[in-house]
């Protein structure tokens, strides 16, 4: 059931690790570098392969965030800083103080931006 583990993946903490099938173009939530939850997109398929928080090897995936999308961070499911855009995420993060109720609205597929520049951010 590919649709139950995409739309449903419960979530108890913000940094749980999880093992997950990210795509090209999925919305999801980044942990920056200043402990900062920001939304961003898988942006290509240049998939990294390396050693984990966990000493495992694991998958780094692109992602672009930022106001104008210009700011990029290879991420690993298995370290607890890329989650998929679900609701019960959004839930968790308003939960804990980090997500107004306003900010339910935003939806990445209406942000539009030219790919002309963006910064490495490790």
């Known amino acids: 059931m590919k649709t139950s583990l995409r739309s449903n993946c419960p979530f108890d903490d913000l940094d749980e690790s999880i093992d997950y099938p990210f795509k090209n173009h999925d919305s999801v939530w980044i942990l920056s570098a200043d402990n900062n939850w920001y939304l961003g997109r898988i942006a290509g398929k240049s998939i990294r392969v390396g050693q984990t928080r966990q000493s495992k ?21 298995l370290n607890g800083d890329i989650k998929p855009d ?7 993060l308003r939960k804990c103080g980090l997500l107004d109720d306003e900010d ?15 910064s490495d951010s490790y």
Not at 86 to 92: I, P, Q, S
Not at 104 to 118: I, L, P, Q
């Open 86 to 92: 679900t609701k019960n995420f959004r839930d968790l």
């Open 57 to 77: 090897q694991g998958f780094y995936y692109p992602v672009c965030y930022g106001k104008r999308m210009n700011l990029r961070k290879y991420c690993s499911p």
């Open 104 to 118: 339910e609205d935003e939806n990445m597929s209406d942000s539009t931006d030219s790919g002309s520049s963006y």
